[in-house]
């Protein structure tokens, strides 16, 4: 016997077809059709009369249908995916990243992961972090790396902080400061991404104190935009140092004091995940825990 | 790696049931010891103990719980698909020592829609022996534990008496539930996990570039992947056994690693095997955990 079989059996008792238990299974009719067969052959017993137009469960196959309907409720399918966890080579993943953070600790994970489980395809979204909440809630990724970990729904795990820092053109005023501190932006431009709204409120505080109060302009969506502007000398930005400091055409200044703002890696709470999301998550508890060099 | 598992009971009949169900949930791996309550004060301590649910008070003091399991005993499926083929309006004796199994057997009936039949109790240490062989003078049907319908008890020459020629008996074979198999399962599942995490370790630590240490730790990969190929069986065959049929065993395919030679450089390549299993391990660790709730 085979779960499969019971999985089947199942499906045809609720469905009353064959056509639709395999259409519902996405497997091909005699499939199904030659699982029920066996399992009536090892039981030695008709599950279903099919001489009427819609098979029937005989009386035989109704109390078989409630025994293995109280049997597997509740644990057919981890049973299943049990049975099918043969090893890790195989299956794919999802992994959500906002504007900001594809940063270290996230680069670092996914490309050591892929090195040990070259099996397991990697997908890479970029999303503002609302739409990634979104996409984690509704399950159409696995796991996602941001700056937040406030949402209840998540499961959180700390990889890391990022620098936070002032960015301008080479010829700015700033250029030739050790460090900024937030009241000397007074009046400046500022070009933010209008989709980093939780990157924004990290800083609120700070530029709130401001006086006069800088201007926010453009609104772009991504990094390299932003870095272009800048370094256009169309205004300054503040972003995470590891961003910036290697672009030529911009100079990067700490803030003082210096602001960190931590990154997570977030899954949704649900009991059940892939083999290859599981592996994931163990990996990245795993990296957090002992650094790359033990894994 | 081998676990030493002792299946406890109130007498050595319940005792090799209990034994043969485990035995048949892990296809014959690993050996199983037969105890009565009344003899493990002196036995050996053991990794782990199962027992029938009335068993667990007793042994309890004895036994840490941790270390102590519950198989709840419930009839397969063709049990009660030979009862649904008795003619309805029929009169159905369940014959037990004791009155509760009678009720719970009777209830099972009931849910799985077996409503058609007159089920009437016979409980032999319960009742008088005028009652008891009344009813079995009239019995066409009697149904109850195997052990209980058999040799043992019902045919024993002091019921046989009793019997009418054309009497049909359906004796119900026994197997664990599905929850009480799996708390066990996943213990095991942790029990080989934590071993072959230890032994990894310790190999790693070890450090020695030699072949012995590549040999090991290939070992161990072997081991691990039969360990894991073993609870995955297992979890199989729990649903079976509930239907009175086998497992297919999952084919063990020749790992890739198998083919490769073993040479001091190739520490790092069995490693990583040996990992990818844990990880593995780990997951189906969780799944058990799941279930096992």
Not at chain 1, 13 to 30: G, H, V
Not at chain 2, 163 to 191: E, G, P, Y
């Amino acid at each position: 016997m085979e779960l499969r079989q019971l999985e089947y059996f199942l499906m045809v008792s609720k469905l009353k077809s064959f056509t639709r238990a395999a259409e519902r299974l996405y497997i091909s009719q005699p499939a199904v059709t030659n699982a029920i067969h066996g399992l009536e052959e090892e039981l030695g017993i008709q599950l279903f009369d099919r001489s009427q137009k819609q098979i029937v469960l005989t009386s035989e196959g109704k109390v078989f249908y409630r025994h293995v309907d109280n049997v597997m409720k509740g644990v057919s399918k981890t049973l299943l995916e049990i049975n099918n966890l043969k090893n890790l080579n195989g299956g794919s993943l999802t992994i959500g990243l906002t504007n900001f953070g594809g940063l270290e600790a996230g680069t670092d994970i996914l490309h050591q992961f892929s090195k040990i489980y070259p099996s397991i395809a990697v997908t890479i979204i970029e999303k503002n972090l609302f739409s990634l909440q979104q996409d984690l809630l509704e399950e159409k990724i696995d796991a996602a790396i941001f700056f937040d970990s406030a949402n209840p729904a998540f499961t959180h795990i700390l990889l890391g902080s990022s620098e936070l820092a002032l960015c301008c053109c080479c010829d700015h005023k700033f250029r030739h400061k050790n460090s900024i501190d937030w009241q000397s932006l007074g009046g400046e431009k500022i070009i933010m991404s209008k989709n980093s709204n939780f990157f924004r409120q990290y800083i609120k505080e700070s530029i709130d104190k401001i006086n006069p109060q800088p201007e926010f302009i453009f609104g772009p969506t991504h990094v390299q935009t932003i870095k272009s502007l800048v370094a256009s000398g169309a205004g300054i930005s503040v972003l995470p140092r590891k961003l910036c400091e290697t672009d030529t055409r911009l100079v990067t200044i700490s803030f003082s004091p210096q602001i960190y703002m931590p990154s997570y890696m977030a899954y949704k709470n649900v009991k059940t995940k892939s083999h290859a999301a599981e592996a994931f998550i163990m990996f990245v508890k795993k990296f957090v825990a002992e650094g790359v060099d033990l894994l | 790696m081998m676990p030493a598992i002792a299946a406890v009971g109130s007498n050595q009949l319940i005792a090799n049931e209990i034994c043969l169900l485990t035995e048949n949930m892990l296809n014959s791996k690993v050996p199983v010891s037969c105890f009565r309550t009344d003899e493990i004060k002196t036995s050996p301590l053991l990794d782990f103990y199962i027992c029938a649910p009335t068993q667990y008070e007793k042994l309890c003091h004895t036994i840490s719980p941790k270390n102590l399991f519950i198989f709840e005993l419930i009839p397969t499926s063709t049990f009660f698909l030979k009862i649904a083929r008795i003619p309805a309006e029929s009169t159905v004796y369940v014959f037990n020592n004791l009155l509760p199994y009678t009720q719970t057997l009777i209830a099972y009936c009931h849910s799985l829609g077996i409503t058609g039949l007159h089920f009437e109790a016979i409980a032999y240490e319960s009742m008088e022996e005028s009652e008891i062989s009344f009813h079995l003078k009239k019995a066409e049907y009697i149904i109850g534990v195997d052990r209980f319908v058999g040799s043992e008890a019902l045919l024993s020459p002091h019921y046989r008496q009793y019997l009418r020629d054309d009497v049909r008996i359906i004796a119900a074979k026994r197997t664990a539930s599905v929850r009480s198999s799996c708390v066990f399962l996943h213990a095991l599942a942790v029990f080989y996990y934590t071993q072959a995490e230890h032994k990894y370790n310790q190999l790693l630590q070890s450090a020695s570039l030699t072949e012995a240490s590549a040999l090991a730790m290939k070992e161990l990969a072997f081991k691990t992947d039969n360990a894991i190929n073993m609870i995955r069986t297992a979890s199989v065959q729990i649903i079976a056994n509930q239907i009175d049929l086998s497992a297919k065993e999952s084919t063990a395919e020749m790992p890739d690693y198998a083919a490769h030679s073993i040479a001091e450089e190739d520490i790092p390549y069995f490693a990583r095997i040996v990992n990818d299993l844990l990880l593995t391990f780990a997951i189906l660790n969780k799944k058990l955990e799941y279930i096992s709730k």
